[in-house]
């Protein structure tokens, strides 16, 4: 299955293409013009963020790590409409259950009503949130998908500094 090159979500169907690049959504291919940025941090500092953000404590309940990207999956419906997503948080092992679980129940009720892709994601959805409830990232060390997440937010950090330091002294003009 083809995988988004910016949020590693894996793509069901359909998504952006640039050139050799798939993304799941315009937002991500936004992101994606971070990665020219990310490649180039260094191994070093991209090593110490990573560790830091696995056995630090969760961004979103505060509770113990390990930190890691957990993924839950959600489809909802309307007749003709059905619209699919998956959304990686960072976050701790219990908070990427109860996602998982509000997902699953919401695409259980959800999901369903819609011909025909509804039919056929809805299940789709369940079962990954299923199997990723049991299954999920090894809590003894980072995943890759991790590195990755901390990669681009290195990133947009150094594209957002770089955007406050240049301003000022891009805009030469003087008003006298
Ligand atoms: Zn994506
Ligand atoms: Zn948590």
Known sequence: MAKCDYCGTSILFGGVKDGDLRFCNDQCHAGGQLLAIAQQIPPDLLEETVRETHQGNCPKCRGRGPVDVHT???????????????????????????????DMVFSGVLGWWGFPWGIIVTPVQIIRNFFGMFGGPDPARPSKELEHFVRLMIAENAARQAAVTQSPTASGETSE
């Open 72 to 102: 839950s999956h959600r489809v909802w419906s309307a007749l003709l409409l059905t619209n699919w997503s998956s959304r990686p948080q960072v976050c701790c092992r219990s908070c990427g259950v109860k996602s998982k679980l509000g």
